[in-house]
């Protein structure tokens, strides 16, 4: 099944404590995306990443790195987690083009205390 | 930044009826794409539309574009309390394909 796989669906943690959220997808997608959803503010986006060794800045990059060694996997590491950072979290992945939407694993629910 | 405002922001109906929501965008785009969301869950894509387009179906959808309003509209069907969810609209707006999303609709179809 063509899916994005997003581990773990929940996790929390303590303030300073580093942290990764795997993300894979089985579609060889060139693009993929992280994304982070607060009440009122919507989807926002971490960081995106064209294809493997090419990763770029979203709208709220701090406080987050990304890396995309290998084209199925785009972990977003957490190295000093804060309060503010606690909330839902997608990848996304998409071939490149203008045709195609995104496909969105299930979302990884952080709280950071 | 955001770019697509859904409207309204919540919508009830009863199973049957039509849901129609409306999403206003900002700056040009390459094209307009709408997705679902059930609660806490991940966003399902739903349909795109090209900026060059002006109507796509798709099943019980039916989403137009407008680009010199910068509007869009989203039309459900004979509704089903299966659809009830958040409906997101999301324009492809540059060159890096990033999405921006709006805030959504809260669709509620009632049984």
């Known amino acids: 099944e063509a899916q994005v796989t997003q581990n773990p669906r929940y996790l929390i943690t303590v303030t300073g404590k580093k942290l990764t959220v795997t993300c894979s997808q089985n579609?060889?997608?060139?693009?993929m995306s992280w994304y982070r959803q607060d009440p009122g503010l919507g989807l926002r986006q971490i960081y995106y990443?064209?294809?493997?060794?090419?990763?770029d800045k979203g709208d709220v990059p701090e406080g987050y790195k990304v890396s995309r060694k290998e084209k199925r996997n785009f972990p977003l590491i957490l190295e000093s987690p804060s309060p503010n950072q606690t909330s839902l979290y997608f990848c996304?992945?998409?071939?490149?083009?203008?045709?195609?939407?995104?496909?969105f694993g299930s979302g990884t629910r952080l709280t950071v205390v | 930044s955001q770019q697509g405002e859904e409207d309204p922001q919540a919508l009830s109906i009863q199973e049957g009826e039509n849901a129609t929501m409306n999403c206003s965008y900002k700056?040009?785009?390459?094209?307009l794409q709408w997705y679902r969301q059930n609660s806490g869950r991940g966003l399902v894509h739903l349909i795109l539309?090209?900026?060059?387009?002006r109507e796509k179906h798709s099943g019980r959808l039916r989403v137009t574009l407008d680009t010199s309003k910068k509007s869009s509209s989203l039309l459900i069907t004979a509704s089903r309390a299966a659809d009830t969810a958040s409906y997101f609209c999301?324009?492809?707006?540059?060159?890096?394909?990033?999405?921006?999303f709006g805030k959504g609709t809260l669709l509620t179809v009632n049984p």
């Open positions: 996304a992945s998409s071939p490149l083009g203008r045709s195609y939407g995104y496909t």
């Open positions: 579609m060889n997608h060139e693009y």
């Open positions: 990443s064209m294809n493997v060794e090419v990763t």
């Open positions: 700056t040009s785009i390459n094209n």
């Open positions: 539309i090209r900026s060059n387009e």
């Open positions: 999301a324009t492809d707006q540059g060159s890096n394909y990033k999405l921006t």
